[in-house]
């Protein structure tokens, strides 16, 4: 009898009628789409609601969701090795009914506080409901915004090779779109059924329908299922590369990549682009309060924005096998600094450039993320890897929100967190084109 997890069981993956890499496309995406709740764009349109229930402020809130945030990130390294030992399709089954029960959780925030109030007495009731919504934030930002993420991602890194840029812009385009679409949906939902049924119902559809869909159609690899990457027939000649980038010499274990300085050049590029991005989305109504946007303006403006990093990304994943990778980086501060530019002038044309360089750094962060790590340090550690970007990426989405916050009560506006940006974009495109491959080296010796 076969295992419940057999590669071959109950679909077999070799019988497709097309390469299954490109169902792992699909699948890897709509994992990642599946995480929208433990992302920042999943909880902006609960915050409100969660400081009237709880009884704190934006502060305390913002201090709430950094602390939770970092608690989680710091076992992501650890996931990261369990993915490189157990594979996707395990770790994204057990991640499905933990977030699940995280979703859960969050539904009866309010009453869990409550009770906890009722029976502690003698602790300050803005204590408690500090440290309810903490475990939250800690709950779903792991298992969210961290481990369905990053499994589902580095999956995806794994079943392709010339053409792994291509599918990671491809899976781009449906991330993206379901991404800015995700504050609108969420709010409208809980208008329909209330903020608490939309949690609860979205715990029961991780715990369900997105466990079902990871079980049936997660794969770790292509080799398990009797595949090559990118669908390569065993009698086909290896065709010669001309791009040195994309052939594998060597396989790094984490300890080795976090030796290369192109590793942290990388790295912290994409964690100022998840840190820029969650601070601005986290206070996104008040951003646009004192800079002058309209509400529903700003909110409609991730829509455009999606529609220019798709096309970036589009462009990104054709080009990409025949181009270094730390020229497509270079790309990505050129869109911070227009993200930048028009708060910290107050330019007319300030929404706009808002949108573009959005667009822009969102799309190059989007094909990178997934594209660099299996490029330039192999698959077989792929997971230990990409969990420690991963939680570089979470302790920058939790410092982002206090850290704005903090620089909106000192000074009475954001002036001072776009200029701090601005400067931190030019670093990076000054820095970017010192990241070179490993694995070039490793070809001359």
Same mark, same amino acid.
Not at 168 to 181: D, E, N, P, R, T
Not at 240 to 268: C, G, P
Not at 364 to 373: A, E, K, M, Q, T
């Given at each position: 009898?076969?295992?419940?997890?057999?590669?071959?069981?109950?679909?077999?993956?070799?019988?497709?009628?097309?390469?299954?890499?490109?169902?792992?496309?699909?699948?890897?995406?709509?994992?990642?789409?599946?995480?929208?709740?433990?992302?920042?764009?999943?909880?902006?349109?609960?915050?409100?609601?969660?400081?009237?229930?709880?009884?704190?402020?934006?502060?305390?809130?913002?201090?709430?969701?950094?602390?939770?945030?970092?608690?989680?990130?710091?076992?992501?390294?650890?996931?990261?090795?369990?993915?490189?030992?157990?594979?996707?399709?395990?770790?994204?089954?057990?991640?499905c009914v933990v977030m699940g029960i995280g979703l859960?959780?969050?539904?009866?925030?309010?009453?869990?506080?409550?009770?906890?109030?009722?029976?502690?007495?003698?602790?300050?009731?803005?204590?408690?409901?500090?440290?309810?919504?903490?475990?939250?934030?800690?709950?779903?930002?792991?298992?969210?915004?961290?481990?369905?993420?990053?499994?589902?991602?580095?999956?995806?890194?794994?079943?392709?090779?010339?053409?792994?840029?291509?599918?990671?812009?491809?899976?781009?385009?449906?991330?993206?779109?379901?991404?800015?679409?995700?504050?609108?949906?969420?709010?409208?939902?809980?208008?329909?059924?209330?903020?608490?049924?939309?949690?609860?119902?979205?715990?029961?559809?991780?715990?369900?329908?997105?466990?079902?869909?990871?079980?049936?159609?997660?794969?770790?690899?292509?080799?398990?299922?009797?595949?090559?990457?990118?669908?390569?027939?065993?009698?086909?000649?290896?065709?010669?590369?001309?791009?040195?980038?994309?052939?594998?010499?060597?396989?790094?274990?984490?300890?080795?990549?976090?030796?290369?300085?192109?590793?942290?050049?990388?790295?912290?590029?994409?964690?100022?682009?998840?840190?820029?991005?969650?601070?601005?989305?986290?206070?996104?109504?008040?951003?646009?309060?004192?800079?002058?946007?309209?509400?529903?303006?700003?909110?409609?403006?991730?829509?455009?924005?999606?529609?220019? #990093?798709?096309?970036?990304? /589009? *462009? !990104?994943? &054709?080009?990409?096998? %025949?181009?270094?990778? $730390?020229?497509?980086? @270079? +790309?990505?501060?050129?869109?911070?600094?227009?993200?930048?530019?028009?708060?910290?002038?107050?330019?007319?044309?300030?929404?706009?450039?808002?949108?573009?360089?959005?667009?822009?750094?969102? #799309?190059?962060?989007?094909? /990178? *993320? !997934?594209? &660099?790590?299996?490029? %330039?340090?192999?698959? $077989?550690?792929?997971? @230990? +890897?990409?969990?420690?970007?991963?939680?570089?990426?979470?302790?920058?989405?939790?410092?982002?929100?206090?850290?704005?916050?903090?620089?909106?009560?000192?000074?009475?506006?954001?002036?001072?967190?776009?200029?701090?940006? /601005?400067?931190?974009?030019?670093?990076?495109?000054?820095?970017?084109?010192?990241?070179?491959?490993?694995?070039?080296?490793?070809?001359?010796?």
């Amino acid at each position: 009898m076969k295992s419940a997890f057999d590669p071959n069981f109950p679909i077999r993956p070799r019988s497709f009628p097309f390469f299954y890499g490109w169902w792992i496309l699909i699948a890897s995406s709509i994992g990642i789409i599946a995480s929208i709740p433990g992302q920042t764009m999943g909880f902006s349109v609960f915050t409100e609601i969660l400081s009237e229930k709880l009884q704190l402020n934006a502060s305390v809130l913002s201090t709430s969701y950094l602390v939770g945030t970092i608690a989680g990130g710091v076992f992501l390294p650890a996931v990261g090795k369990l993915f490189d030992e157990i594979g996707a399709r395990k770790l994204g089954s057990i991640v499905c009914v933990v977030m699940g029960i995280g979703l859960l959780y969050l539904s009866q925030v309010d009453r869990t506080a409550q009770f906890l109030q009722n029976l502690l007495t003698f602790i300050p009731a803005s204590w408690i409901g500090f440290l309810i919504i903490t475990i939250g934030f800690f709950w779903l930002r792991f298992t969210g915004q961290g481990a369905l993420t990053m499994t589902s991602r580095s999956m995806l890194g794994k079943w392709f090779n010339r053409h792994r840029g291509l599918a990671i812009s491809v899976s781009g385009v449906v991330v993206s779109f379901s991404f800015s679409l995700a504050p609108a949906v969420l709010d409208k939902l809980n208008q329909i059924f209330s903020w608490r049924m939309t949690w609860g119902g979205l715990g029961v559809a991780m715990m369900t329908v997105v466990l079902l869909f990871v079980w049936l159609f997660f794969r770790d690899n292509p080799e398990e299922c009797e595949l090559r990457m990118d669908g390569a027939k065993e009698d086909e000649r290896v065709k010669e590369e001309k791009n040195k980038d994309i052939i594998i010499h060597r396989e790094f274990t984490r300890a080795e990549a976090l030796r290369t300085h192109s590793f942290w050049i990388f790295n912290l590029s994409i964690a100022l682009h998840s840190f820029a991005i969650t601070g601005f989305t986290f206070h996104i109504l008040d951003i646009a309060r004192d800079i002058g946007i309209e509400r529903s303006l700003m909110l409609r403006a991730f829509v455009p924005s999606s529609v220019i #990093g798709i096309v970036i990304s /589009l *462009i !990104g994943g &054709v080009v990409n096998p %025949f181009v270094r990778l $730390k020229y497509i980086l @270079a +790309i990505f501060p050129i869109g911070g600094i227009l993200f930048t530019i028009g708060p910290i002038w107050h330019l007319e044309s300030m929404l706009w450039l808002l949108i573009v360089g959005l667009g822009i750094s969102g #799309g190059v962060f989007g094909l /990178l *993320i !997934g594209l &660099v790590w299996p490029r %330039f340090f192999g698959r $077989k550690h792929l997971g @230990a +890897i990409s969990g420690v970007n991963m939680s570089t990426n979470v302790y920058a989405s939790a410092l982002a929100p206090l850290i704005f916050s903090l620089c909106r009560d000192l000074t009475g506006h954001y002036h001072l967190i776009f200029v701090s940006l /601005l400067v931190c974009y030019a670093l990076v495109l000054a820095t970017c084109f010192f990241a070179d491959n490993p694995q070039r080296k490793l070809a001359s010796d």
